[in-house]
């Protein structure tokens, strides 16, 4: 059983920045992809970032690439979420992902998740 834990998020305003963590423990995560969706209100679940441990791969969604990042610290079994130049439109709750095998960005693919951590963006 894997277990995938978030911290961080919070409330923001327009333009500011927010950190998102997430600790995994259970398996081992050397070939897991690690990636963070986020669902708004009223709206699916939509995939935001995805990163695997050993290659370094990192992908992210058009809406959010060149302001969000998303990194990981091996020793720690921990992913991170930075998100800056935030938007009034990112404002959703936002889960952590986990899979054995390489990056995908539905959210069908992915067997693990945390409980979800709530970003808020003010204007």
């Known amino acids: 059983q894997v277990q995938l834990v978030e911290s961080g998020g919070g409330l923001a305003q327009a333009g500011g920045s927010l950190k998102l963590s997430c600790a995994a423990s259970?398996?081992?995560?050397?070939?897991?992809?690690m990636a963070w969706f986020r669902r708004a209100p009223g709206k699916e679940r939509e995939f935001v970032a995805a990163t695997t441990w050993s290659a370094g791969f990192r992908y992210y969604a058009d809406s959010v690439k060149g302001r969000f990042i998303i990194s990981r610290d091996n020793a720690k079994n921990t992913v991170y979420l930075q998100m800056n130049s935030l938007k009034p439109e990112d404002t959703a709750v936002y889960y952590c992902a986990a899979r054995l095998s390489g990056p995908v960005t539905t959210a069908e693919g992915y067997n693990y998740w945390g409980q979800g951590a709530q970003v808020t963006v003010s204007t």
């Open positions: 259970g398996r081992t995560f050397g070939s897991h992809t």
